[in-house]
């Protein structure tokens, strides 16, 4: 038995237990599925958990966790989810079925009715302030409020269904209506709904603004969100119940209370940034849209969410985000991407046309844009891939190697394990780079190396090791049989290596004469070379060069120098063909239609090239 049970006559809590469904309380912020033998199964509220462990037994009107150990009745529930008293979770459940309490302090049927939990209270103060607000929407003063929703496309049908409302311009106007309904001064001031002047006396939160009423899961009315409507009106554009005993911001949905439902029946949620926009994508026939109040999207908002969708190892839901497509959206929208990893499902973005928000893109283009809108999502990753690649020219080895850094990480925290390998080959097909360095760099962001870091240290692009090979013969066929290469090799020129040591050693040979001008080889062709190459560090290399065995049985012939040069334009050809593949990968073609087609004939002719000097170094190094 409760501590404060002897408060209400017994045979009414046990009428109370008798007609609650616990299934239907509890299915109000956790969605339960089938788990046998009649018992439902779902993720625990007072526990963050992968895999559902929270069972229901609606025949016997209990739950129990097997994670935390948790248990009880609805009405222990409600006392540990909602964090009420006994006297309000028994008060709720009696109202839930239309049943009368009856206390043990009753003495005649005009005794006075004991005081009704705290919670209560303020929940009928604010259900009280939502009527008031309501009613004021019609009143003349009202028109700028009334003119605001009929602009966005919602009219007098929508504003009831949403109940919409007026704060009128009075400073004590709901103060005193609340007062003569007999609400105290405290109540008032602990929900949020007044505030006390330096007079003493009690003044309204909200004064001159359209409001929309805040619920909970349940349905109650919580706080409010009130919007600016007059330029003299020096308040923030949006203003918002303070934190209170029900309101707390950083578990708030508006729209929850109606989405619940669908978001549970669909297995997904539409986050959007506003007001309208709830109302804008409910109206066009998405009715799972929710934002929250005053505050970014956060922890405690996914624990919400996730409950309802049963977000667990054996069920993906799905967390649509839609932001503007400005700056401001793009950096919410990454924001997003780090909270993403709580989520066991998947997680999407939706970006309208024209960076307009749901509410505006429904009156520009009606309700099936809003609904196309959303059907377009992509996968919250991939726009975050994209967006951090947006920002460094990958034109550049500099700029490749810096983006590959920024987006490794990005890769590495994709939950699905199995998703990895492919967003690394992805990656390297936009950055236009070979697999192995990508995939190298995602596996130290994994293992969180310091080298994954954004911590500014300079980073020498790596040649992969074939190509740093076939560079490295063909020079040393200029240095030690210029004679028999210097034909061939000199019409290869320096952009061919992407070592920028090997580089600088190709510019020295052209800058000796050319190995063509050579009539004999030996120490003086070799002197020559390095006299004329400015890296240090390729002068030290030359004479390592010129001593190093080429990669070929026997005498060396022209078969060699062609194949050896064949491969080293081969890998060069590559490297631009993944560059230009990367290219195109990043352009709109309806936009940028010339551009487009122009790297696109550049792109087929490359290919044509890798072909022919692929043949070429059939059977080299």
């Known amino acids: 038995m409760y501590a404060v049970a002897g408060r209400v006559k017994d045979e009414d809590i046990a009428l109370v237990r008798d007609r609650t469904s616990i299934a239907d309380i509890i299915s109000e912020s956790v969605t339960l599925r089938p788990a046998g033998g009649g018992n439902l199964k779902g993720l625990c509220p007072f526990h963050d958990e992968k895999t559902p462990s929270f069972t229901v037994a609606p025949a016997r009107g209990v739950y129990y966790c097997h994670g935390c150990g948790q248990g009880g009745d609805a009405i222990k529930f409600l006392m ?101 309904k007999g609400f105290t001064a405290e109540e008032l001031n602990s929900a949020g709904l007044t505030k006390p002047a330096r007079s003493g006396s009690l003044i309204d939160r909200f004064r001159r603004r359209l409001l929309w009423p805040i619920r909970d899961l349940s349905g109650d009315v919580i706080g409010f969100g009130a919007r600016k409507l007059f330029d003299d009106d020096d308040g923030p554009k949006y203003l918002n119940t303070p934190e209170t005993p029900l309101y707390k911001k950083s578990h708030v949905l508006y729209g929850i209370d109606h989405a619940k439902r669908e978001i549970a029946k669909r297995g997904r949620a539409v986050i959007v940034e506003g007001y309208t926009d709830v109302m804008a994508c409910h109206e066009a026939g998405e009715p799972t849209a929710v934002a929250t109040c005053g505050t970014a999207f956060g922890v405690d908002h996914i624990g919400v969410l996730r409950r309802l969708l049963m977000d667990s190892d054996s069920f993906t839901g799905e967390i649509i985000y839609t932001f503007d497509g400005d700056a401001a959206g793009q950096k919410a ?51 975050a891939l994209r967006q951090t690649l947006k920002r460094f020219d990958l034109d550049t080895v ?54 994954s870091s954004s911590s500014g240290a300079p980073v ?15 020079l040393k066929l200029a240095l030690q049989e210029p004679v028999l290469a210097g ?80 491969r080293l334009q081969w890998g060069a050809v590559t490297t631009r063909i993944r560059d230009l593949k990367s290219k195109v990968q990043r352009m709109n073609p309806v936009a940028n239609k010339d551009a487009y087609l122009a ?23």
């Open 80 to 180: 540990d989810a909602e964090h009420l008293s006994f006297i309000e979770s028994i008060e709720r459940l009696a109202s839930r079925s239309a049943i009368q309490l009856r206390y043990e302090t009753d003495t005649s049927p005009s005794a006075p009715r004991p005081q009704t939990g705290q919670r209560q209270r303020l929940l009928a103060a604010n259900l009280a302030a939502a009527d008031f607000y309501r009613d004021q929407l019609g009143t003349p003063g009202a028109r700028k409020a009334r003119e605001f929703l009929a602009q966005r496309g919602f009219g007098r049908d929508a504003a009831e269904r949403y109940g919409c409302g007026f704060a009128p311009d009075s400073w004590d106007a709901l103060a005193k209506h609340l007062r003569q």
């Open 398 to 451: 500099e700029g490749r190697v810096e983006a590959m850094r920024r987006t490794a990480p990005l890769v590495a925290k994709i939950k699905d394990r199995e998703k990895r390998p492919e967003y690394a080959r992805k990656l390297a097909g936009d950055l236009g780079m070979d697999l192995e360095p990508v995939q190298r760099a995602v596996n130290s962001a994994m293992r969180g190396d310091a080298a």
């Open 460 to 474: 020498r692009p790596a040649v992969e090791a074939p190509q740093r090979l076939v560079e490295r013969e063909a």
């Open 599 to 621: 790297l696109a004939g550049e792109l087929f002719s490359l290919e044509q090239q890798a072909r022919a000097l692929r043949e070429q170094a059939a059977g080299g190094l």
């Open 487 to 566: 034909p061939m090799f000199d019409v290869v020129g320096a952009d061919n290596y992407a070592d920028p040591v090997y580089q600088a050693i190709r510019v020295a040979v052209d800058g000796a004469g050319g190995a063509s001008s050579v009539s004999s080889g030996g120490v003086v062709w070799i002197e020559k070379v390095r006299d004329t190459c400015t890296d240090l560090a390729g002068q030290g290399l030359i004479s390592e060069l010129a001593v190093e065995p080429l990669r070929v049985d026997g005498a060396v012939d022209p078969i060699y120098v062609r194949k050896t040069l064949a």
């Open 333 to 383: 929208a990454l924001r997003a991407f780090e909270e993403d990893q709580r989520f066991v499902g998947r997680t999407f973005i939706a970006v309208s046309p024209g960076n307009m928000d749901p509410c505006e893109l429904r009156l520009a283009r009606g309700d099936l844009a809003v609904r196309d809108m959303i059907a377009g999502r992509e996968p919250l990753v991939d726009f």
